[in-house]
Structure formats: structure tokens, C-alpha cells
């Protein structure tokens, strides 16, 4: 061997030696600080199966669902199995909506059976009632408080419209105090109910209540639209007073006294005796004709004498009849008038005043029409009559009632010539004035 390659060999030798320790060292120490980048690290290696984690989840989610407390879950390869039992059909449909949402469920296979133990279905509802009882015994001192004050607002709400007697004062009549102590005390209820419900912590339930209120008062307004019309008219006529107790009025053409006047309608008593109620609303919108608004009313009535009798002497005869009773009033005088011509007969006219406080009206024209005619018979004043041709029967014989003519006697005409006041409607009106419904007329108010 020549010099050269044993050479070559020494020098291979010790390059060997040189890098022997520093590999070893890379070997022993995989993880010592160094320039060299250490080597990757291998993938992890799973611990668990996704399958135990989907059932963990749904055991956990069912545990905490009303009614899913017994439903067990088997899981394989994704494939969810439900068995167990629940309460109804819905409860075993939102078990298997639930277990279909996971991610990883492939399948779910649904095997949940319908509960029909009685024990097993009354047991909700036996914890139901139990909680319930539980936070209404919580809740109860809170209700206490909140019944109170609204009761509170109640009773003040009756004491100022009540007590004070304040809306008295600038009422103008019994009706509108009425009016404004019932919208007082409802502002007082409204405020009550809204404190009592902020106490509760059911404001949110006050606008739903009252929402549906104004729709029910709509409906209902609706539907009692006369009634609500015959109210306002009876505020209105209340406050403009167009009649009082006793007066005869004429509305839509029944002619009697006034008795009462209610929210509803107003009653009047007719001269036979009759009782009628006219509903507010007419009579608001009604032409009225009170003929006892002014004590004095002026009578008059027509009676025809013959071309042949002097016409003055008539005038004179007629006015010296009426001036002598008792009803008419010498202030304003009584008037006797040439009225027309007819066909036969000149018309007379004759009119006169009478207090209706004192004497009574029909009465009084009564007697009047009865003087004039006596007057005029003694004073051979001829009243004509038309003139017909009556063709009898032939074997008709004439009755001759002239004697069976009586002259009436000092009591008769005593009785003839009262012109008093009757007071038979006077104690109808009274009597259904004291009766207990309420009247808008008993207080005195300025008149129209």
C-alpha cells in the first residue's frame, strides 16, 4: 500500500471521530436549545369518540327540558335512538327536533312512547300547582299593597265629590254636578289602578286593558247610540231649561204638565191623566210651545151674528159679557174685533187675557163663549144658522119636546161660572215628581 492511501485512510478516521459526538448528542437531547429547528411533532390521537359527546349534549339538553326529564339516548355512528316515554306526542317531537339539530346526528331514530300512567301525567301538573301556590304566597303581601292603595284613591275620589260638596258651587244644575262627580271620581279610579298596577309591575298590561276598552266603548257606542244621544240631550236641556215643574207645553203634539225630566227621557202628565215620556233627543230637536211660561195667556174664540143686527151694539154687548167674569183680567183690556165677511154671517172676534196663576184657562173661555151667547140672546142679537130642506117620512109624526126644558138652578150656575184653577193634574205631577227616580228639574237654574 502506498504512502498516499494510507493517508487518506488517517484523515477519513478522524473525520469520523470529529462528527460522532455531535450526532449522538442530537439523539439524546431532541429538545435542547440550539440553532438546529427541533423536529415536527406527530398528530394527536383522539381520547374520545364523537358519538359520546353528541350524547353527553343531549343527555345535558333533555335533562333541562319540561317534560324530556326520562327520555334516554343510545348513539352509534351518528345514529341517535330515543327511547324512554313522555307526556304527549308534541313533547316526543321536540325531542327528536332536537336531536336532529346537532352537528354529527346522521339519523335519529325516534322509539319515545306516549306516558299514560295517571301518576306519571299528574305529576307536572301537580308541580305546577305547587309552584304556583308558592309564588302567589309570594306575591301576596305586594298585591296587599297595591289593593290598597288603589282603594285608597277610591275613597278619596269619593270624599272630594262627595264630602266637599265643591262642583255645587259652579254647577248650574243637580244634573251636571252629577256629571262632573262621576268624572272626577273615574280620574281618581284611573289613577288608583295605575299606581296599583306600576306596583305590580304590570304597567305593560295597563295600555292592552285600556286598548281593548276604547274598542268595546266603540262597539258599544255603536250599539247604544240612541241612549248615549237621549244622555247629551238631557245635559244640554238640563242646563238650557226650556220648561219647569207644572208648566203645559205642546212638544210633538202631546199638550200636558211637566212631571220630571231624566237622563232618559222627559214625562209629562196630559190633561185626561195620561203619562207619556218622550225621549230626550226629540224633545231637544222638538219645537216647544210653553204656554205657561207667562203667567197671562190670551183667550179668543169666533161667533157670527146676522147682517141685520147692529154691528156696535154687538162689539159693545160682547165686551161688557166678558169683562164681568171672574178669570178674565182687566190688564191687558178684553178685545171684541169685526173679524170678516162670510157668507151669511159678519164673524166676530173675541179675545181676553187670563192669570193662569188665579183662574183656570179652559175654564175660563168657556165662560166667556156661555156670557157672550146669554148676552147676546138678551140683547136679540140673532145668531144664523144655515138654512137645509129636510124631507120626512110621510107618516112621521114631530115630537114636541118643548116642555121638557129646564132652567138650571143657582148651584148649576154656580158651577157653570167657576173659573178656579183645577188642581187634578196639579197633584199628578206631584205625585210623580215624589217618586225615587232622579229629576233634573228640582233645583232652580236660570231659564231660557
Known sequence: MTRIAVLA??????????????????????????????????????????????????????????????VRVQIRNGVVTLTGTVLDPEASAKAEDIAARLDGVVSVENQLQVEHRVERR??????????????????????????????????????????????????????????????????????????????????????????????????VGFAVRDTIENYIASILLSVRRPFAPNDVVIIEGFEGKIARLNSRATVLILGDGTQVRIPNATVYKAIITNLTHYPERRFEFEIGIGFENDITCALATALNAISKIDGVVADPKPVALVDRFADYVMIIKVQGWVDQKKSDFGKTKSEAIRAVKEAFDAEHISIPEPIQNARTMPDAVPVDRSGQTSKPTAEDRAAISDTSVDKTIDEKVQEARSGSEEDLLTRAAPRE
Request: charged share 10%.
Open 122 to 219: 299528574l305529576q307536572p301538573l301537580i308541580a305546577k300547582t305547587e309552584q304556583m301556590a308558592r309564588d302567589t304566597i309570594a306575591f301576596l303581601p305586594l298585591l296587599v299593597v297595591a289593593l290598597i292603595v288603589f282603594i285608597g284613591f277610591w275613597f278619596l275620589g269619593r270624599v272630594i265629590t262627595r264630602r266637599t260638596h265643591l262642583f255645587r258651587r259652579i254647577a248650574p244644575n243637580q244634573f251636571i254636578e252629577m256629571l262632573f262627580e262621576q268624572v272626577v271620581r273615574l280620574i281618581f279610579i284611573l289613577v288608583g289602578l295605575v299606581m296599583a298596577m306600576s306596583i305590580l309591575g304590570a304597567t305593560a298590561l295597563i295600555g292592552s286593558v285600556l286598548g281593548a276598552a276604547g274598542v268595546i266603548g266603540l262597539a
Open 9 to 70: 485512510k488517517v484523515l477519513s478516521l478522524l473525520l469520523i471521530l470529529q462528527v460522532a459526538p455531535v450526532a449522538a448528542q442530537d439523539v439524546a437531547l431532541p429538545g435542547a436549545s440550539g440553532n438546529e429547528s427541533p423536529a415536527p411533532s406527530a398528530a394527536p390521537i383522539p381520547l374520545a369518540s364523537p358519538d359520546t359527546a353528541i350524547r353527553s349534549r343531549l343527555t345535558t339538553l333533555y335533562s333541562e327540558v319540561s317534560g324530556l326529564e326520562a
